[in-house]
């Protein structure tokens, strides 16, 4: 492009505008991607303490309801029989 052609283009209304809704919508998109960025980096760190909580929490296992003793159950949970109620 020659020196006369910029300076056109410069002082084109429409080129002016068109590269200043250029620049505006770049402005928007990155500030779109950085907040993006923060709050998947948030996310994961997150995510990340609540893992290394967890063992802490459950002690590395997870609860074993088979080892329960059925005597620890209260009785009214039980289904009554019917030879229960014959006295």
Do not use: F
């Amino acid at each position: 492009m020659s020196d006369s052609t910029l300076q056109n283009d410069n002082n084109d209304p429409l080129a002016l505008y068109t590269r200043s809704l250029h620049d505006y919508t770049l402005a928007l998109w990155t500030e779109s991607r950085r907040i993006a960025e923060e709050k998947a980096r948030a996310r994961q760190e997150t995510n990340a303490a609540y893992r290394t909580q967890e063992p802490q929490l459950t002690g590395g296992k997870k609860p074993d309801h088979k080892d329960e003793d059925p005597s620890d159950t209260p009785s009214s949970s039980l289904p009554s029989s019917s030879s229960d109620t014959q006295t």
